[in-house]
């Protein structure tokens, strides 16, 4: 006759065990997908398009990854 507490320690142990797996899993295949595909989006614009379709510092933002100067420390 099983305990409660051996009862919850194999069923976490167990449920670890799929969780590894199915990461792991994913993970491989993740990587294996992403190393042969190209991304393609819906939307393609040169830069000279970007800056005519955003202001100035959406652009920035936007597509040279630009951001705020932080704040200073109080």
């Known amino acids: 006759?099983?305990?409660r507490r051996r009862f919850l320690l194999t069923g976490t142990a167990a449920a670890?065990?799929?969780?590894f797996?199915?990461?792991?899993?994913a993970f491989?295949?993740?990587s294996a997908?992403?190393?042969?595909?190209?991304?393609?989006?819906?939307?393609?614009?040169s830069d000279a398009e970007w800056r005519t379709l955003l202001g100035p510092m959406q652009?920035?933002?936007?597509?040279?990854e630009g951001t705020e100067r932080p704040l200073p420390a109080r």
């Open 1 to 3: 006759m099983q305990t």
């Open 16 to 19: 670890a065990a799929v969780a």
């Open 21 to 25: 797996v199915g990461r792991f899993r």
């Open 28 to 30: 491989a295949a993740g």
């Open 33 to 45: 997908s992403n190393a042969a595909s190209q991304e393609t989006f819906e939307v393609v614009h």
């Open 59 to 64: 652009f920035e933002v936007l597509r040279r």
